[in-house]
């Protein structure tokens, strides 16, 4: 494979990655708190339930395939030497992370 056809297919990646962080943002944010009543001790959103059926399936699933190419990178960084595409994969799972940890943080107090 070509310099170019990697990049193209490293863009690809980020594309699709930061639409399904949208997509996964866009579904946890129905069950998030409204800020007025963030800091109230009991406040809660939508249900645990509502994101169990909408967000966590986009998670899990995006989690799974992350790391399946993490790995798949990592490996062949090893073989090649070349670890820009093992960047560009471990930035993607960081942008996930991110984004789990913005979800979490909007879900209210315990």
Known sequence: MTGLEALRREKW????????????LA????????PEVRDIAGAAGGGAVVWGVTALPVLGFAALVVAGRLLWAILHA?????WQSAAIVFFTALLWVGAALFDNSNHGSP
Request: hydrophobic letters at 60%; aromatic letters at 12%.
């Open 27 to 34: 579904l946890a944010s129905t069950s998030w708190v409204e």
């Open 13 to 24: 990646w980020l594309a699709v990655n930061v639409a399904g962080v949208l997509l996964f």
């Open 78 to 82: 090893l073989r090649s030497g070349r």
